[in-house]
């Protein structure tokens, strides 16, 4: 790959809404990664905003009580991912207190990497999903109390 084909792609990405590009071609290995202030929404169908219902629902798990909590769904369909990549930890945990707009995972969907943003601040009581699952649009992601 030549200079000025590089230097167009870092262009072309800079200038888009991408968060995160990887390139490999043989000898050429590109990757980027932005990093952005205030990402609203990822979603490309537009901003989702949770349900009246969301705010109080019960959550129970086997040997806890009940307890209110927010539930964070996924706003789109893809591959949940806990860390940026395998060897970093998870973004969040059970019992880690979060702020909004803090990244909780990432959802890969049509290889394009989505960070989900919380829309609370408040404690994770539960994560729901697993790293490397497949997450479908609406689905149970975190329960937070906040």
């Known amino acids: 790959m030549e200079y000025q084909q590089i230097i167009d792609i870092i262009k072309a990405v ?3 809404k991408l968060t995160y590009f990887e390139l490999d071609q043989g000898e050429t290995y590109l990757k980027m990664k932005k990093q952005r202030k ?4 990822q979603n490309p169908v537009g901003e989702i905003l949770p349900d009246k ?3 109080a629902e019960l959550f129970q798990t086997e040997g806890m009580e009940e307890e209110k909590g927010t539930i964070i769904k996924s706003p789109l369909v893809g591959t949940f991912y806990a860390a940026a990549s395998p060897e970093d930890e998870a973004f969040v945990k059970e019992g880690d207190s979060i702020a909004k707009g803090q990244v909780l995972g990432i ?3 049509m290889k394009l990497m989505n960070e989900i943003e919380s829309d609370y601040s408040g404690t994770i009581i539960k994560v729901l999903v697993k790293n490397g699952d497949m997450v479908e649009y609406g689905e149970p992601l975190f329960v937070v109390k906040e």
């Open 107 to 109: 959802i890969e969907a």
């Open 14 to 16: 800079s200038g888009s």
């Open 38 to 41: 205030k990402v609203l929404s």
């Open 53 to 55: 219902d969301d705010k």
